[in-house]
């Protein structure tokens, strides 16, 4: 059978367009289709965009290895294509001795993850680099940092369109046909409702995946791809207390990681802001409730005891696609060919929460081994 794209790429925010600029090649027709106008309008503008180390994910998870792998792939990057980026660092607080604990199961973690180079500090040692938090003791991550997230996807682009991939934005995918070897992919875009044939198909709509994955017969339940989305909002802190501290600061997160805690990041341009915090919600909405700024007032005050009621505003929000509910463990992210339920060459990038955009270059280089052993049958 004669197809029109060899690779069909779903979505256009960072993980679909690393896999884009990984996969295209001029011998190889690959097509990125976005149901929006531009590329990374969802959760790949909605972030802290920092570039994490891999302390807090479980040993031996894809979470833990692409964190890590991709850490040093993105600063690489950074450096070949001048994206902007600042190694800025990253303190983890202990507000109390029982947090210390916590320390060393992180930094233990962190060891076993093969973080770069983490280390506890003493209470006087934290003082020394920033005098202006509060806590007994610190981890200093020195490989976290912070990434222009919409320079990286640009970046991303500009080598698949090397490659002569092409991106159809406005075009969103409708249905999903299994063909006898390939698949027949419905799509909607101004003109109205066309398919096409593609012999790979790579799910990467992120909080949309269970829906598209679904579209391809799979039912979604029973084989754990249901999201839960899980919104988390962001205050902005006054410019007046920007230069009170040069490093990223968070506190000890909290028991079942459903996130890291709210923390303290800083922009390319030196803005802080406080968040993301964590609520479940049934659907996609931004907005952010100014109810929620006595609990980011009463979270930060305890670590960063500069911050005043007054200095908050609500900044902006994002959704995380999570697989698992509220209070159950934190589940790895899912990549695989869909073979073993009759899909083959169907590839579903399920739960691509954070740290995804730290992890994409590293989900790239995975997806792309896993192209090349479907192209090489
Ligand atoms: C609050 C928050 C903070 C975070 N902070 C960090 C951080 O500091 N560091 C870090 O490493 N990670 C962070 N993350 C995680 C990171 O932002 C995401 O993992 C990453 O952006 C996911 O990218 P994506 O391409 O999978 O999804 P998206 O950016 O959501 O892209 C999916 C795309 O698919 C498109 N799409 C969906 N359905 C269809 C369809 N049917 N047809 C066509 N197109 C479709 C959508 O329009 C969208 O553009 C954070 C996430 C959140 C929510």
Known sequence: MSYKA???????????????????????EVYVLEKNEAFGLETSSRHSGVIHSGVYYPKGSLKAKMCVAGNRMLYDLCERYGIGYRRLRKLIVASSDEETGELNTLLE????NRTESLRILS?????????NIEGVAAILSP????????????????????????????????????????????VEDRTGRSSFT??????????HCDKVAELAGIDIVKAGYKLHYCKGEYFSVGSSKSKLVKRLIYPVPPPKITGVGIHLTLDLDGRMRLGPDIHYVDNIDYAVDN?????????????LPFIEY????PEMSGIRPKLQKPDEDIQNFIIRDESDKGLPGFINLIGIESPGLTASPAIAEYVRNLVKELLAK
């Open 198 to 207: 593609t012999r790979l198909l790579i799910n990467c709509a992120g909080l």
């Open 109 to 112: 973690r962190g060891r076993r």
């Open 291 to 303: 109810q929620h700024k006595q609990l980011f007032y009463d979270s930060a005050r305890k670590f």
């Open 310 to 313: 007054e200095d908050l505003e």
């Open 6 to 28: 060899d690779i069909t790429i779903i979505g256009a925010g960072v993980v679909g367009l690393a896999i884009a600029a990984q996969v295209a090649s001029k011998d190889t």
């Open 143 to 186: 490989s976290t940092g912070i990434i222009d997230s919409y320079a990286l996807m640009q970046c991303f682009i500009a080598r698949a369109t090397d490659g002569s991939a092409q991106i159809a934005y406005q075009t969103k995918v409708a249905g999903i046909e299994k063909l006898a070897d390939g698949y027949k992919v419905s």
């Open 123 to 131: 209470k006087r040692e934290m003082k020394e680099l920033e005098p």
